[in-house]
C-alpha cells in the first residue's frame, strides 16, 4: 500500500471520526461522586444530633428511674443503632444505587412495596419530619430576639418558612455548597457538645458526684417502662441511614461508607453518653425532669450569661440537620423516578449545576401546606411508627437476599445476628408504638395502605388520560 492510499484511509479515518463525534450524544449528565470520607461523616453526624441532646434528653431519664440504668440506656441505644447502621452498610455496599430503604425494599420486595413505602414517604413521613425540625430551628433562632418574652407563633411559622426555603435553594444550587455547609454545622455541633462536656467532666474530676449517689437505685426502676425508655433513645440516634440515600454519589463506597458510619457512631454514642454523664454531674435528675431545655439549665447555673448563646447552638444544630435530611431524602424522589414510580422529570439533573432541582423542590408545597394548615404533631406521631416499620422491613430483606441471591456481591457483610437482632428491635418499637399510641398508629397504618390502591391506579393502569399521562412524562403527542 503506498503513501497516498494510507494518507487517503487517514484522512478518511479521521473524517469519519469527526463525523461520529459530531453526531454523537452529548456526555451523560449525572449526580457526580463528591461524597468524600469527611463529607459522609458530616451527613451522618450532622442529621443524628439535632435539638433533642440539647432540649429535652428528659424521656430516657423519665422512662429508665434512674441515673444509672439511663446511662446504660444511652449506650446499648448506641449499640443497636450501630446494628442497624453496619447493615445498612452491606446493603449500600452491595446494592450500589441512591434511595435508601426505598432502593433496598424494591431490590427485596418489588416494586410494589417499595411503592407503598414511597407513598408513605411523600405524604406523611418526610414533609412533617422536614416541619417539626425547621420550627425547632425558628425557635431557637428567635429566643435570643424576644427574650425574656415568648416567641409569637407566626414568627416562629414565617421564620421556618424562610429556613426551609434556605436549604432547598442551597441543595438545589450545588452539592459542593450543601456539603460544605454540612461539614460546618457539623463541626459546630461537635463544638456545643464539647462546650457541655467539658466543663461538666471537670466539675466531675473536681469531685461533683453527689448526683450519682445511687445511681442504679432498683426501687425506682420500673421494667414496664423501660421499653418507652429505648424507644426515646433509639429515636435520638435516628439519622445513621442518610448516607445511604446518597451511595451512587460517593467516593469509593466500599471503603467509605462503613467507614463513614462506623466512626460517625462512635462520636454520636460517646458523645451522648458524656453530654448526659456532665449534666447529671451539674444537674440532679429532679431539676433535669422539670428543665424545658436542659442545656439552657446547664448554662445558667454553670457559665452565667453564657447561657444566651446555647439558643443558638440548638437553632445550627436543628439547620445542620435540616440540610442533612433534604439533601438525603431528595435522593429518594430522584432514584424513584429514575425506576418508574415517579413523574419522569424528578430524575432530571441541571446540566450545569449537576443537582436534580426538580427532586429537591417537591417537598417544598406538601411541607409549607403541612406547616401552616396540618395537624403537624398527630403527622410526627406517623411518622415515628412508620418509619421503624419500613427500616425493619428493609433489614428483613437483607436477611432475605441472603438465601433468595447469595450470589450477589458483598463487599462488605455482617454476621447474621446484627441484621437480626436490628431487626427485631425495629419491629418491636412498632409494637410499642401500637401498645402506647394505638389511634395514632392504626392512622399511620391506614396511610400506608392507601399506597396500594394508589400503586394501581398510578402505576399499574395503563389507560391512564393523556393529561396523566403527560405530567407524569409517558406520552408524547403523535
Given amino acids: 500500500m503506498n503513501r497516498k492510499e494510507t494518507a487517503s484511509q487517514n484522512g478518511q479515518t479521521k473524517a469519519d471520526r469527526g463525523v461520529k463525534a459530531a453526531c454523537d450524544p452529548p456526555g451523560k449528565v449525572e449526580l457526580r461522586k463528591k461524597v468524600t470520607l469527611l463529607r459522609g461523616i458530616s451527613i451522618i ?4 444530633i439535632g435539638a433533642g ?14 441515673i444509672g440504668m439511663s446511662l446504660v440506656v444511652w449506650v446499648a441505644c448506641g449499640l ?22 426505598y432502593t433496598y425494599i424494591l431490590e427485596a420486595f418489588g416494586p410494589q412495596v417499595a411503592f407503598v413505602q414511597l407513598w408513605a414517604d411523600i405524604i406523611a413521613i418526610r414533609p412533617a ?32 418558612a424562610i429556613g426551609i426555603t434556605m436549604v432547598m435553594y442551597i441543595n438545589s444550587m450545588s452539592v459542593s455548597w450543601t456539603a460544605r455547609l454540612q461539614i460546618f454545622l457539623t ?17 466531675l474530676f473536681k469531685g461533683e458526684t453527689k448526683n450519682f449517689q445511687n445511681a442504679f437505685q432498683v426501687d425506682t426502676v420500673q421494667l414496664t417502662n423501660l421499653p418507652l425508655a429505648f424507644y426515646s433513645g433509639m429515636y435520638a440516634y435516628a439519622g445513621w441511614f442518610y448516607l445511604n440515600f446518597v451511595i451512587e454519589e460517593v467516593e469509593n463506597p466500599e471503603r467509605n461508607v462503613p467507614l463513614a458510619i462506623c466512626i460517625s457512631m462512635v462520636i454520636v454514642t460517646v458523645g451522648y453518653t458524656l453530654a448526659n454523664v456532665a449534666y447529671y454531674t451539674v444537674i440532679s435528675a429532679a431539676e433535669l425532669l422539670a428543665s424545658h431545655a436542659v442545656a439552657v439549665t446547664f448554662a445558667e447555673k454553670l457559665m452565667g450569661n453564657f447561657s444566651m448563646a446555647v439558643p443558638i447552638f440548638v437553632a445550627l444544630s436543628c439547620f445542620g440537620s435540616m440540610n442533612g435530611c433534604l439533601f438525603a431524602i431528595s435522593r429518594i424522589f430522584y432514584v424513584a423516578s429514575r425506576e418508574g414510580q415517579l413523574p419522569q422529570i424528578l430524575s432530571m439533573i441541571h446540566v450545569r449545576r449537576h443537582t436534580p432541582i426538580a427532586a429537591v423542590i417537591i417537598l417544598y408545597p406538601v411541607t409549607m401546606l403541612i406547616l401552616f394548615l396540618g395537624d403537624l404533631y398527630s403527622l410526627l406521631n406517623f411518622m415515628s411508627f412508620l418509619r421503624w416499620f419500613f427500616i425493619g422491613v428493609a433489614v428483613t430483606g437483607l436477611i432475605y437476599m441472603r438465601y433468595t441471591r447469595p450470589e450477589m456481591p458483598r463487599p462488605f457483610k455482617v454476621p447474621i445476628f446484627i441484621p437480626a437482632v436490628f431487626t427485631f428491635t425495629s419491629f418491636f418499637m412498632v409494637f410499642l408504638s401500637l401498645y402506647s399510641d394505638p389511634v395514632n398508629t392504626g392512622i399511620g397504618f391506614a396511610i400506608s395502605l392507601t399506597g396500594i390502591p394508589a400503586y394501581y391506579i398510578f402505576i399499574v393502569f395503563n389507560k391512564k388520560p393523556k393529561w396523566f399521562q403527560r405530567f407524569s412524562g409517558q406520552w408524547s403527542p403523535p
Fill in 80 to 101: 443497636l443503632s450501630l446494628f442497624g447502621a453496619l447493615s445498612y452498610a452491606e446493603l449500600g455496599t452491595s446494592i450500589k444505587k441512591s434511595g435508601g430503604h
Fill in 129 to 160: 419530619g422536614v416541619a417539626v425540625i425547621s420550627l425547632a430551628f425558628a425557635r431557637y433562632i428567635l429566643e435570643p430576639i424576644f427574650m425574656p418574652c415568648g416567641v409569637p407563633q407566626m414568627a416562629i411559622k414565617l421564620t421556618t
Fill in 45 to 48: 453526624i450532622g442529621t443524628i
Fill in 187 to 203: 463541626f459546630s455541633k461537635l463544638l456545643a457538645i464539647s462546650i457541655i462536656i467539658i466543663p461538666g467532666l471537670y466539675q
Fill in 53 to 66: 441532646i440539647f432540649i429535652s434528653p428528659k424521656g430516657i431519664l423519665q422512662n429508665s428511674g434512674s
